[in-house]
């Protein structure tokens, strides 16, 4: 699809464009390097789930199974193929990595359906032209619905071929009950006989409140790490990857290069990554690695020895156990998880300016496991490191707990207000109130605190306009839980304004 707004002159078109979340359409620049399955991989089970889509009837599709499992590559090749047959409707691939929400679905899934026929344009935007709070975010989500795609659709209804909608991460951004609304809503909406047929795919992990929202007849697939041909796939990645290692390193391994790993250290290493393919796709990242010997870094990885294969914990605490200032760089790690939204390097350079060199060295040792291309935002590889991180049970000696990661970023935002002024619309200036209210209310913070009402405060309160005065206002009022008093802070408010105004 192509994702450039269509030059037009008609408003609710721009308003639709204006809504949409471009991060959860398929070969979205937002989503990038995207994930799909390496070639020759997942060929039994992407056979399997095509050959449910090319039924013409209205089976729904709900793939689950353990983080890292590979649930979104394999969506993501399904949905390609799906594009190329000209059968697929819509996509919206949720991710932790984007500030994604519920009301941006239903209209991102009408701008994809406009795109990709035509026909279906011209009532998508009668629909909008009808309602002008059609597209707002309070809107029922059962009416975007019937609107937006239902009634739409029913120009198709003629059409042969089955087409395909597809749902990624329901658990990653959405509460249990938003997934189980949004899942019920979909299936049933989608049911009706005036309608194409259109087969809905859901992917999750296998949670509770998610599994309980799975509708009847559902066609569901189970993805474990124990499987034939997923332990298969996992050994041939490994087996391609490690040859490409030794193509692109001839100062290391020669040419033509030397047979490499050992055969022992090869099947060591599939042992580890189980049938886990994010097990291995990081393992290849910490081997491969820049600077670093290939032999070397595999000998690390092997040293431990386990018993229980596809165990992403131990991997983790590998990785962090190279490190030399395992605390302070475990520390930097946790406040990049913990940023409201992932932020470009040269904004994370400003934030922990104070600790610039301590950044440089967390993004070169965790290079395996965050995305850095030195131009994008800087990303965790993985949610299941952030699920790592956040559970003092796996990530034991090296866990961060939420406050002390906020305490962290709030720290770092109220040095970058003593140093200057952001502009309004900065990081710092929008989400230092959120750091500071879930902070842990260390004395260093309290000090900064104290410094920012004594001076950088004083110093927004006498500057022309009211649009930092109101701001900090309401920031204020979310910092109930730091030691520092709200009322003080409030006072000193109303006295700064005081003085300026006489």
């Known amino acids: 699809m192509d994702f450039a707004h269509p030059s037009s002159s008609n408003s609710p078109w721009k308003s639709l464009c204006n809504v949409v979340e471009y991060s959860g359409i398929l ?7 995207h ?11 992407q056979k399997r789930i095509i050959q449910v889509l090319d039924q013409c009837d209205r089976t729904n599709v709900w793939l689950n199974g353990l983080a890292g499992v590979g649930k979104t590559s394999i969506a993501f090749s399904i949905a390609e193929k799906m594009k190329a047959a000209q059968r697929l409707a819509g996509t919206f691939f949720f991710s932790h990595k984007h500030i994604q929400k519920a009301a941006a679905i239903i ?20 629909a909008i032209e009808r309602d002008d709070m059609l597209l707002s975010p309070g809107k029922s989500h059962a009416d975007q ?16 071929e089955p087409y395909v909608i597809i749902i990624d991460a329901l658990d990653e951004c959405l509460s249990s009950e938003e997934a189980a609304r949004l899942v019920t809503l979909l299936t049933e909406a989608l049911a009706g ?19 309980a929202a799975r509708p009847s007849g559902v066609h569901e697939i189970i993805l474990t790490t124990r499987d034939k041909d997923t332990k298969r796939d996992v050994r041939f990645f490994l087996q391609s990857s490690l040859k490409e290692i030794r193509t692109i390193r001839p100062a290391v391994f020669g040419q033509p290069p030397i047979p490499w790993p050992s055969e022992d250290e090869f099947e060591t290493l599939v042992f580890k990554a189980g049938g886990l393919f994010v097990y291995a796709a990081m393992a290849m990242n910490f081997i491969s690695a820049t600077g670093h010997h290939p032999q070397k870094r595999l000998e690390l990885l092997l040293r431990e020895k386990t018993t229980v294969g596809a165990d992403i914990d131990q991997l983790y605490r590998q990785i962090i156990g190279t490190l030399e200032d395992s605390t302070a760089q475990c520390q930097m790690l946790a406040s990049i998880i913990h940023l409201a939204r992932p932020l470009p390097l040269a904004e994370l350079q400003e934030i922990f300016h104070r600790n610039k060199k301590s950044f440089a060295v967390m993004l070169e040792a ?38 002390h990661a906020h305490e962290h970023l709030a720290c770092c935002c109220l040095h970058l207000f003593l140093r200057q002024s952001p502009p309004l619309t900065s990081y710092p200036f929008w989400a230092w109130n959120k750091h500071l209210s879930m902070a842990y209310p260390s004395r260093r913070l309290r000090n900064l605190l104290d410094q920012f009402t004594g001076k950088t405060l004083s110093r ?16 204020l009022r979310q910092a109930r839980r730091t030691y520092l008093s709200l009322v003080i802070i409030l006072n000193m408010l109303v006295n700064g304004r005081v003085l300026t105004t006489d």
């Open 460 to 475: 927004w309160v006498q500057a022309p306009g009211d649009s930092h005065i109101h701001y900090t206002y309401a920031t």
């Open 35 to 45: 994930s799909r399955c390496m070639e020759n991989t997942r060929v039994a089970l």
């Open 107 to 126: 209209p991102t899934i009408a701008y994809q359906l406009a795109l990709a026929f035509p026909r279906v344009r011209e009532d998508i935007v009668k």
């Open 193 to 211: 006989p005036t309608l194409p047929f259109i087969h809905v795919i859901f992917t999750s992990r296998p949670e509770a409140h998610i599994l």
């Open 366 to 403: 965790f290079s395996p496991v965050i995305l850095n291309d030195g131009v994008g935002h800087i990303e965790i590889y993985h949610a299941s490191l952030r699920d790592f991180m956040s559970d003092p049970l796996r990530s034991k000696e090296y866990h961060i707990d939420d406050a």
């Open 27 to 33: 070969d979205s620049e937002y989503r990038q390097p």
């Open 145 to 160: 619905l019937r609107e937006l795609v239902i009634k739409p659709l029913q120009i198709l209804r003629f059409r042969q």
